[in-house]
């Protein structure tokens, strides 16, 4: 079985900063890209960020030059470190992981539970 757990997520004023964090655990081949979604309410889930099992990043236009992401390959992690935070960016965070359990097995999609983001003063 493979879990993936997100926390960082929190209430912060605006202009300030958070940092999210994601790992991946258990029954691991491989894990190619990781990516953050979010979800604000009333809206569809949109993909923020997206990092490549060997750094390639891509970013939402409305968070670039904002937020950054990185990963440590040998912790199974992912990071979204978000700076100058705005109110339109509350929502709840999704990482998301394209992981092989098993060599025998294709890239399958892992989802963590959510971690909510609120910038409010």
């Known amino acids: 079985q493979v879990q993936v757990v997100e926390s960082g997520g929190g209430l912060v004023q605006p202009g300030g900063s958070l940092r999210l964090s994601c790992a991946a655990s258990?029954?691991?081949?491989?894990?190619?890209?990781m990516n953050w979604y979010r979800q604000a309410p009333g809206k569809r889930r949109e993909l923020v960020a997206t990092?490549?099992?060997?750094?390639?990043?891509n970013y939402a236009e409305s968070v670039k030059g904002r937020f950054t992401i990185s990963r440590d390959n040998a912790k199974n992690a992912v990071y979204l470190q978000m700076n100058s935070l705005k109110p339109e960016d509350t929502a709840v965070y999704y990482c998301?992981?394209?992981?092989?359990?098993?060599?025998?097995?294709?890239?399958?999609?892992?989802w963590g539970q959510g971690t909510q983001v609120t910038v409010s003063s």
């Open positions: 258990g029954s691991i081949f491989s894990i190619n890209a």
């Open positions: 998301n992981a394209k992981i092989r359990p098993s060599i025998q097995l294709g890239e399958l999609d892992y």
């Open positions: 990092i490549a099992s060997r750094g390639r990043t």
